[in-house]
């Protein structure tokens, strides 16, 4: 059936029921503003036993399988797909999510039909290093990618110099990502029994990808710089794991540290809600959607003044900020968080509030729309 929409095509190496804060981003975006624009996806098939199509939250989703190289072919496969689908189609925009496998799918397809326009979304959270490390020998075809966009989004003041750093001289904004509100109307579930908590615990949460990063073993050391009755609760999953369960034992911490793998992203407003204290001592971050979703469960946050987290958090104000890597300050942090009443509860009042006024998904998406209705007008 035709339609009077601009049509946005998606390039996204992930995509539900893979999601991270980028892929959160383009659902929570596109099902918003589907009565406006009329979006599509192309991701990586990770799973065999996913459909190569399919509708999702009325979007549709196509699925791109590896062949030898796995996911450093998607871009070719999705590239090839985009072609065929452009020819019945005829996009007006290409959105490349990440400056790696989106935006070099993206980017080609844009050097493909030029007369589409190219938005490119960056919300990488490694640092610089990293990116150089991964890209010296494609430098500066990875540069071209930023370079030669019509218009980026980041969700960062942090990105947004990056960005620039790479070359690019066109249109940017910052629109960061957004927290679904309706968390703070959920009941929490009681976990002390299935985590074997003492009554009485005191618990750090931290939600993230167990890699270098997101700096997890100096939140282990931390803990042995506070009381027997702070526990710290682990979710998520990666690489690190059993690194880090390693140093918990060689700590003689791992009656105290509680690694639960990967949750639903839906059941997560359970741990917030047991939480006493948020933490992520980060060694390098994008922006930091868990740090507004413990913000918006009203929970205080303790971080590292590191990217986009400053963006966020001023220190004393609505969190505090340890200093990056010092175990012994990140739990003099923790433990002024959790115990002194009165800073806690401005923590509570201010997170709550600055999550409710900035970052709502209606107002991200809002913007979002803006930046699709400008580029379908040049």
């Not at 839906?266 to 930091?288: I, Q, T």
Request: aromatic residues 12%.
């Amino acid at each position: 059936m035709q339609t009077d929409k601009t049509k946005v095509l998606i390039f996204s190496l992930a995509y539900h029921p893979y999601i991270g804060g980028a892929e959160i981003a383009v659902q929570e975006i596109s099902k918003r503003l589907r009565g406006q624009f009329e979006f599509e996806v192309i991701t990586y098939k990770f799973d065999r036993s996913l459909p190569d199509f399919e509708f999702i939250e009325g979007i549709p989703v196509h699925r791109v399988p590896g062949r030898i190289w796995g996911k450093y072919s998607y871009f070719w496969q999705a590239l090839k797909l985009a072609s065929s689908l452009h020819s019945k189609k005829k996009y007006q925009i290409v959105w490349g999510i990440m400056g790696s496998h989106g935006g070099l799918a993206a980017w080609l397809f844009k050097r493909r039909f030029p007369q589409v326009k190219y938005l490119l979304t960056e919300q990488s959270g490694d640092s610089r290093w990293f990116w150089l490390l991964r890209t010296w020998w494609w430098r500066s075809w990875f540069k071209r990618i930023y370079k030669e966009a019509d218009f980026i989004q980041v969700i960062s003041s942090y990105l947004a110099q990056m960005v620039r750093s790479y070359g690019y001289k066109g249109a940017l904004k910052i629109v960061p990502n957004g927290i679904d509100l309706s968390w703070q109307q959920m009941d929490s579930i009681l976990l002390d029994k299935s985590l074997s908590l003492p009554p009485q615990a005191k618990v750090i949460l931290t939600v993230s990808r167990l890699v270098k990063k997101n700096g997890l073993k100096f939140l282990i050391k931390a803990l042995a710089f506070l009381p027997d009755d702070y526990h710290l609760v682990v979710v998520g999953e990666g690489p690190l794991r059993q690194s880090l369960q390693r140093l918990a034992c060689r700590l003689k911490l791992d009656r105290r540290v509680h690694f639960l793998g990967q949750v639903s992203h839906h059941h997560l407003p359970a741990y917030y809600a047991r939480a006493d204290v948020f933490c992520r001592p980060s060694l390098s971050e994008g922006l930091g959607n868990v740090f507004l979703e413990a913000m918006a469960m009203r929970v205080p946050v303790v971080a590292t003044p590191v990217g986009g987290i400053v963006d966020i958090i001023k220190n004393r104000e609505n969190g505090l900020l340890a200093e990056t890597g010092n175990p012994r300050d990140i739990a003099a942090k923790i433990k002024e968080a959790v115990e002194n009443e009165a800073l806690r509860q401005r923590f509570i009042h201010a997170g709550a509030a600055l999550v409710r006024e900035k970052y709502s998904w209606d107002n991200v998406a809002k913007n979002m729309g803006e930046i699709f209705w400008q580029l379908n007008k040049k």
